[in-house]
């Protein structure tokens, strides 16, 4: 007889005593309760992000059209790992409950902007930060004062409300806001926290504090020169008078 149409042996059942199987399906529903639960509060975080990037998108648009400029280069999101989530809230001592997640954890929902310029950070920021649904909860710059290591960006936390069918949620979100050279940076720089043993990881930190610094007055610099294209006399002033020709620059971001 082929060995496939051989009758294996049955597996012996295994037996459950009443007092097991109650056991199981509480421990089965208590698993599905916190699944389920965690899964909506994620959805929530996931939805409070949407509604700081379109706030952001909003404002690069009108900005676009007002001033013929992008302050946004790019825009990225994430939501923060199941397990960076227990990992961080096992470090600070934190009861691994949902209340003191929302509590504490300020980065579940997390948000980075890009922008060309120093001063467009700042323009970014302030006009998120002025929308009277938007609650500053903190701010930490470290572009005026830079981190140790040499690292950069503007930091806020922010809480806004959230509206679904039967409830609003006020919600916490992360914004990171930074140039694109101090972007490049930290992408490298936060390799190193992931390589266990280093060759020469002294001259590794040095060298990168050195970069940091080179970024630092390259990114004044690119800014100290578009003020300066922005602010010299027009040579085709004259055309510029033109409304078909002013207009013409106009880009109106219809359509992705
Ligand atoms: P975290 O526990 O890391 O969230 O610190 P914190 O709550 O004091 O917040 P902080 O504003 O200092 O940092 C928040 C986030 O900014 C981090 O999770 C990183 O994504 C980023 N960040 C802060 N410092 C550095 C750094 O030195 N290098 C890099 N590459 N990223 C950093
Ligand atoms: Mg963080």
Redesign the pocket.
């Known amino acids: 007889m082929p060995d496939l149409l051989k009758k294996t042996s049955p597996e012996p059942l295994q037996v459950y005593s009443d007092t097991d199987v109650t056991e199981i399906v509480e421990n089965a529903s208590l698993f599905l309760d916190q699944a389920v639960q965690y899964q909506e509060l994620m959805m929530m975080y996931d939805c409070a992000i949407k509604e700081v990037r379109t706030k952001l998108e909003v404002l690069n648009s009108e900005f676009s059209v007002r001033y013929q400029r992008n302050p946004i280069e790019f825009i990225s999101s994430r939501i923060k790992k199941p397990v960076s989530i227990v990992r ?1 809230m096992r ?1 600070r001592g934190l009861p691994l409950t949902f209340s003191s997640l929302e509590q504490n ?3 579940v929902a ?1 948000i ?1 902007v890009i922008c060309s310029f120093i001063d467009d950070i700042y323009a970014v920021a302030d006009m998120l930060i002025r929308q009277d649904d938007v609650t500053l909860l ?1 701010k ?1 710059d ?1 572009i005026k004062s830079p ?5 950069r ?1 503007l ?1 806020l ?1 922010v809480e806004i409300p959230v509206f679904f069918s039967d409830h609003k949620r006020d919600m916490k979100v ?1 914004v ?1 806001i930074r140039t694109i050279a101090m972007d490049f ?6 390799q ?2 992931y390589k266990k043993s280093i060759e020469d990881e002294e001259e590794i930190i040095k060298e990168l504090r050195e970069c940091a610094d080179t970024i630092a007055a390259t990114d004044a610099r690119m800014l100290s020169i578009r003020n300066r294209i922005h602010t010299s006399p027009n040579r085709e002033a004259a055309k510029e008078d033109d409304p078909i020709i002013r207009y013409e620059k106009i880009q109106i971001p219809f359509g992705h």
């Open positions: 961080k470090q954890l300020n980065d997390g980075r903190e930490k470290y981190k140790e290591n040499g690292y960006s930091h936390i992360e990171q940076w930290a992408s490298l720089e936060h190193l926290k």
